[in-house]
């Protein structure tokens, strides 16, 4: 268990949340029928951005395959129309949030954590696990942050050589991750374009805003320098932490191994 804490944060999105895990009666709900497939954000599709919310309730269920997330009484399926399962209830509970906070319309793009689990289901690139760790590893040779590694200096744009046996460590502790955990941990070194600042994350060394606004430095220097254009910096600087916040509860979560206690969501 990498920390038994984060998923607890998702419990407290809404005020509503306690109805997200009513156990339909009468056994298994029915699956969505063909050609009602629910579209999703995913890297490759091209969804409509928003649609009318079809849904009253979120709830959900636990099946052979994991937990499920049902909108009414239709299961929930991904964009190759598998069944949308997850692995563990707290990351299930998130997900199931993350339906429920929608209003009359279901805004996709803001659906940080629905979409990483299609990816994990799917996996429409088809990379294995040694292929998602050498994405992540690539952001080395330009991560400008570092602590407590020795490197060379440079004089190239290109920056200093790293340590092979840098990049063995590093390697060997992403491979310790499962291949969810390691879609997240991918997600989030392309937000932040630093693996040390997403493993900083990971062991919970650093906080959301500390670690977006570590990976912004170049651009803050160039806001404070040439000046703040509120509509366009302030956006990007919300959606960031948005996708580093939704990418870093997913890997939290993916690496829970316990379930809910239900006792504690009665209080």
């Known amino acids: 268990m990498r920390s038994g804490a984060m998923w607890r944060s998702s419990l407290c999105l809404r005020d509503g949340w306690r109805r997200l895990l009513n156990r339909p009666s009468g056994g298994p709900t029915a699956s969505v029928g063909k050609g009602a497939n629910i579209p999703f954000p995913f890297r490759a599709y091209a969804p409509p951005a928003e649609r009318k919310r079809f849904y009253q309730n979120v709830t959900i269920t636990q099946g052979e395959g994991g937990f499920e997330i049902n909108l009414d009484h239709r299961k929930l399926k991904t964009p190759q129309a598998k069944l949308f399962t997850v692995p563990s209830e707290a990351l299930a509970i998130a997900v199931a949030t993350e339906w429920d906070s929608q209003q009359d319309t279901i805004k996709f793009y803001t659906m940080h954590l629905t979409t990483l689990c299609n990816t994990s289901l799917d996996n429409p690139t088809q990379r294995n696990k040694d292929q998602l760790i050498r994405a992540a590893v690539k952001f080395l040779d330009t991560d400008t942050i570092w602590y407590g590694v020795e490197i060379g ?22 491979a310790s991750y499962n291949m969810w955990a390691l879609q997240g941990i991918e997600f989030v070194v392309t937000q932040l374009k630093s693996v040390m600042l997403t493993l900083g994350l990971m062991d919970l060394r650093l906080t959301v805003e500390q670690a977006v606004l570590l990976s912004r430095l170049e651009e803050e220097y160039q806001i404070q320098k040439w000046g703040h254009v509120e509509w366009a910096h302030d956006y990007e600087l919300r959606e960031l932490r948005a996708r580093t916040a939704a990418g870093t509860l997913f890997v939290h979560l993916c690496s829970e191994s316990t379930t809910v206690k239900h006792k504690l969501l009665q209080e």
């Open 153 to 174: 200096s440079s004089t190239s744009i290109m920056g200093p050589s790293i340590p092979a046996r840098t990049r063995e460590v590093l390697v060997s502790h992403l």
